[in-house]
């Protein structure tokens, strides 16, 4: 069994930053892809970023240059360092790992004020 558990959501102002983290722990596959995932109220939960194993890293369109994505390996823990905050970006942001079986973490609610 895989847990998740994020931290770092909260309150800010357009154009802020938020730094938020997710730690794994239990049965973790060497070779896995880490992300952030997000679901504003009324819409379907879109991907933000991922990170696999190796460092190779994805963006959604909407936050390439604004938010960068990590991780620590040894820690199992990936990071999401967000940026330029735009009051669009207000959503939960779930964390996510897929090693054979996808997991998703509680959620965390960004809320990122005009």
């Known amino acids: 069994q895989v847990q998740l558990v994020e931290s770092g959501g909260g309150l800010v102002q357009s154009g802020g930053s938020l730094r938020l983290s997710c730690a794994a722990s239990?049965?973790?596959?060497?070779?896995?892809?880490m992300g952030w995932y997000r679901q504003a109220p009324g819409k379907q939960r879109e991907m933000v970023a991922t990170?696999?194993?190796?460092?190779?890293?994805t963006y959604a369109d909407s936050v390439k240059g604004r938010f960068t994505i990590s991780r620590d390996n040894g820690k199992n823990t990936v990071y999401l360092q967000m940026n330029s905050l735009k009051p669009e970006d207000t959503a939960v942001y779930y964390c996510?790992?897929?090693?054979?079986?996808?997991?998703w973490g509680q959620g965390t609610q960004v809320t990122v004020s005009s």
């Open positions: 996510n790992l897929r090693s054979g079986v996808n997991y």
């Open positions: 239990g049965s973790i596959g060497s070779i896995n892809v």
């Open positions: 990170i696999i194993t190796g460092g190779r890293t």
